[in-house]
DNA sequence: GGGCACAGCAGGC
DNA sequence: TTCCAGCCTGCTGTGCCC
């Protein structure tokens, strides 16, 4: 169909279904040959008249306003304005293009129906049957050679199939990686002609960051559909919107994209929310929000429970509280109150969301959430990253404690950590992998441990934990071993070890050759007793806060438990050092456990792995030299990116590379907000 | 005017 | 594959205060 036919059935009024574009994209692949109108038409006709239907027309409404009033803007541009913004553009291209990377390679790997692949793995029975997935997992893995040989590989240890991009950019890769799914791959060659050639009849949705909304709008005003067209539609993209919305569009349009590790950011905000029969009853509304629950009551856990059980887990406090509301017609509303100070119990989440939810009744509500942001400011002994798990909170987790068990079955008893081994609770967080060295209690720096003395080419450019090392310390001691100023003229390091046995909290100073420097048996600043014993007050009741659980309730329990050795750790954490080291040994300690710390992190992150998106950046070096080598055998490097692959999964990997393999956090560069 | 808090929205997974 | 729900991030606009 002709672009201009299309756009003119698109607007008929006949068929209202065509714009009732929130129930359908072709942009997804796999969806190509669909009869676009005819499922659009049945989910029309059974939508509409329902309250989201009628939402959704609003929505839509407001936003063809918005594009009617880009357009009025658009309209009273004179020939001089769009000279000038022509201008601004042509040189912003110019700027950005000058950004262009070429050096590395992106791989993009996309697991296919991950979820349902991962369940049914796990259970063969369910293969062929409906399924809802509740739960994840994750795999390992190991150095692999530029992409069907890494799919293979996977499919082979797991067998699950993926698919797989190759590009410059982390963009790129992630839409090449849609390209041939299910189980396929795409080669974008690192060639600007080829990026060029590729971006030119890319349709802009598939572009992350390009939504609904972008896309409507995109369209709607300037008929751009695809990634080229924003260069030729550049002056008008510089004068409708923002610079940092212009950039992005730009950068679509010349195929740029980030080609940098992407950082495991920081937690910035954490929330829980629940949908739910709409309704108008207001004590039920203040239920679900915790007010008046009664602790014995676990089952109707409410949503400040929720949220303090998970900041607690995390350690953290917030400052800012955000009701959100959905009311019956599904209209947002959210509302905040920032506090002087920080705040993580229940209690106080639900005295404070009470009175947010006070000002809003009454109200016919479908959903109530709460979040918490602003985290931790100015709170001493928190670390840097939020979202790092600590080692006590790890090794209380079943599922940490059951990857530790399987790798207690290596042959040579070493927990290989940083290299191949990492451990994912959650497929979709960026790359949640646990790493031992990024934690404050576990600094493994043995000034006795000749390994440390070795370079990385010997060491494999990873540290290995001896099993045995850590066997002895999950069960009931934390250990921590760091380098820090010599107490002695010895020369050697100190090592703090603390034992936090249930009830008991002890840490003994010693010199690298094993004397006591120091013995602390003091009380913890904790709201817990650390000498008090944690247990079930006549197999029922906790000891610690004496919230009642039955012998039967295993599950709740242990998280019960956990919820307190968090509570526990926590403190000691932001307590701990101040307490053995004197001020200079503070100083220096944290000086070079911080340089230490960062030593480790930069070895240890070549391995972190996650799921279900994985990224993999290699060097354009590495890559060349693998060309050369095909070249040199007289295979040659064809057209054809599938033949590329086949060619190079003939030469033998290399196991002394390593490369970088990281989560997709998120997609690359996101536009702001559309003016 | 700058900084901050708040409200809302878009988008990814 | 779609949708929605849930959770998260990031951006913008507005209003208030200093």
Known sequence: ???????????????????????????????????????????????????????????????????????????????????????????????????????????????????????????????????????????????????????????????????????????????????????????LPNERMAVMTFISSLPIRKIGGIGKVTENILKGIFGITTCEEMLQKSSFICALFSRTSADFFLSVGLGLGRTDTPQVTQRKSMSSERTFSPTEDEALLFQKLGAGAVWKNLFAVDLSENLASDLKKEGLCGRTLTLKLKTSCFEVRTRAVTLPDNICSSEDIVKHATKLLKAELPASLRLMGLRMSHFNEGKKGVASDPKQRTLSNFIATKDAMGRVSESNTDDDNTLSIGRETSFSSDAHAPCESFNFMDTHQMLFVDPTDKRHGQNEAETGGSFDLQIDDFRDNVDNHDVVRDAMDPPYPTGTGEVVVRDSSPGLLKETSLDGLGRVVSCTDEESASSLNPKEPFFWLNDYQCSVCGIELPPSFVEERQEHFDFHLAERLQDEESNNVNRVLKPKQRFTQKDEVSQSRQRKKQRASPSAVCFKEMIINFSLADVNARRQNLLKSGEGLGADPKARVRKQKETPADPEKTHNIVADPSPDTKPSKIK
């Open 1 to 187: 169909m002709e672009e201009s036919e299309k756009s003119s059935t698109e607007n008929d009024p006949a068929r209202p279904w065509q714009s009732y574009n929130t129930v359908y994209t072709i942009a997804k692949a796999g969806m190509e040959g669909v009869d676009k109108e005819k499922v659009q038409r049945i989910v029309y006709e059974m939508s509409k008249g329902s309250k989201y239907f009628e939402n959704e027309e609003k929505k839509e409404t407001y936003m063809k306003q918005k594009i009617e009033s880009m357009r009025a803007q658009l309209a009273k541009l004179t020939a001089v304005d769009i000279s000038r913004y022509q201008k601004f553009a042509d040189k912003r291209i110019v700027e950005l293009e000058a950004t262009r990377d070429l050096s590395r390679i992106w791989l993009h790997v996309d697991m296919d129906a991950f979820y349902a692949a991962v369940e049914t793995l796990s259970d063969p029975s369910l293969k062929g049957k409906p399924m809802a997935v509740g739960s994840m997992s994750m795999i390992s893995t190991a150095n692999y050679e530029v992409a069907e040989e890494l799919r293979e590989s996977v499919h082979k240890e797991t067998g699950l199939t993926c698919s797989a991009g190759v590009a410059p950019n982390r963009l790129l890769a992630k839409v090449c990686s849609d390209i041939n799914k299910p189980n396929g791959q795409f080669v």
